[in-house]
């Protein structure tokens, strides 16, 4: 199939890339490479753009003809959006505004969508499925849930069909270790904790532990970006099948807390590093789950990574190999 991935050049995006090329797909990637890498193609053809150059997105699309659009672009960081919250309506939602008419302009009908258990905000029930409530609890959430809203209202349009991912926690490397994790800033857990294994930062914050949680940490659940990126070859399929719009969550369905993370590193780094405890971290949810039933039902996907060791050796290889670079 012929498949437009914008940013394809990020961390999700290029493990998806690599799977697309695996299975033989001729793939065009969008990407304004604002936070992506021309390095982390390992397939397919790059067209540096942004998504707010209607001009320049009509003529890729025009040119290449896609059978589907599989989209990441976006910004993602839950603290900047609250700090700049029309920055994240206008990248995550106008600009997918744009992608979408350029579509509907040029008559291409499969849409992936890279949502988020942002969505869910603090579930009222764990683990959380698709049907629950949509409450995000911050711009990013938000940003994401209109882009959702804009979808459904397409559901009805026989010529346009959608799957829309909503990713939990995603986290591990290629397990070649040829692409990862590459973000100016890391904010996440298991990346911030790895830094601090190899000395980037002196000490690793463990955000609040008086949760209501067995050891009183956060708990989520990480799945591996390559299960994620499974997950959009599956979407993908089944779409080609013709199967109806549709929202799934990707996660394994269990989780771990964040004390369990820092001991799992510690662990597989073989490095006992400086942990602080400090007062939690405005706007996380004690505990996010996937109800993970819908997409292994109905997509037949299922992990093959289910593992946290894994997860964080793949993690820890590619930010070993950065080192080195
Ligand atoms: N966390 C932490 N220290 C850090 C980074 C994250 O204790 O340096 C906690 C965070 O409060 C949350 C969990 O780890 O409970 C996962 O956070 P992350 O930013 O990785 O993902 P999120 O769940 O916010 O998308």
Same mark, same amino acid.
């Given at each position: ?11 999700? =995006?290029?493990?998806?890339? +690599?799977?697309?090329?695996? +299975?033989?797909?001729? @793939?065009?990637?969008?990407? %304004?490479?604002?936070? =992506? %890498? ?22 890729? $699309?025009?040119?290449?003809?896609? #059978? ?9 960081? @839950? ?12 990248? %995550?939602?106008?600009?997918? *505004?744009?992608? *979408?008419? @350029? ?37 990013? !959430? ?5 882009? #959702? ?19 939990? %926690? ?23 904790? *790895? +830094? ?22 956060? $708990? ?12 959009? *070859? ?23 807390? &964040?004390? #369990?993370? &820092?001991?799992?590193?510690? /662990?597989?780094? !073989? $490095?006992?590093? +400086? @942990? ?10 004690? &505990? ?5 039933? /819908? $997409?292994?039902?109905?997509? !037949? ?17 590619? #930010?070993?190999?950065?080192?080195? /670079?």
């Amino acid at each position: 199939m012929r498949i437009f991935v914008t940013g394809g050049a990020g961390y999700i =995006g290029s493990h998806v890339v +690599k799977a697309l090329g695996e +299975k033989g797909h001729d @793939v065009v990637v969008f990407d %304004n490479l604002s936070s =992506g %890498n021309e390095w982390a193609l390992l397939s397919g053809r790059l067209i540096k753009g942004d998504l707010c150059d209607k001009a320049l997105l009509g003529s890729a $699309i025009r040119e290449f003809r896609p #059978e589907a659009v599989v989209h990441f672009a976006a910004l993602i960081q @839950v603290e900047e959006s609250v700090r700049e919250p029309l920055r994240y309506f206008r990248n %995550n939602t106008a600009n997918t *505004l744009n992608l *979408l008419e @350029v579509m509907k302009e040029n008559s291409v009908g499969r849409f992936i969508f890279s949502s988020t258990a942002a969505v869910y905000g603090i579930p009222e029930k764990v683990p959380v499925d698709e049907e629950a409530a949509l409450n995000p609890i911050n711009p990013y !959430g938000a940003s994401k849930v209109a882009v #959702e809203m804009m979808l459904r209202a397409l559901a009805p349009d026989p010529a346009f069909k959608y799957v829309s991912l909503r990713y939990f %926690n995603v986290a591990g490397a290629d397990g070649s270790a040829r692409i990862g994790q590459a973000y100016k800033e890391s904010t996440h857990l298991i990346t911030r904790a *790895l +830094k601090t294994a190899k000395g980037e930062f002196d000490r690793l914050s463990v955000f609040g532990t008086d949760y209501q949680t067995p050891d009183g940490t956060c $708990i989520r659940d990480y799945i591996h970006v390559d299960d994620l990126a499974d997950a959009h *070859l599956f979407a993908l399929n089944y779409l080609s099948e013709g199967g109806k719009s549709d929202v799934f969550n990707c996660g394994y369905g269990h989780g771990y807390s &964040v004390r #369990e993370i &820092v001991e799992t590193v510690k /662990k597989v780094t !073989g $490095i006992d590093f +400086k @942990v602080v405890e400090t007062d939690r971290r405005a706007g996380d949810p004690p &505990v996010l789950i996937a109800d993970s039933l /819908k $997409i292994r039902r109905k997509l !037949g996907w299922s992990p093959r990574y289910d593992n946290v060791e894994y997860i964080v050796r793949t993690a820890w290889e590619w #930010e070993r190999k950065r080192r080195r /670079k």
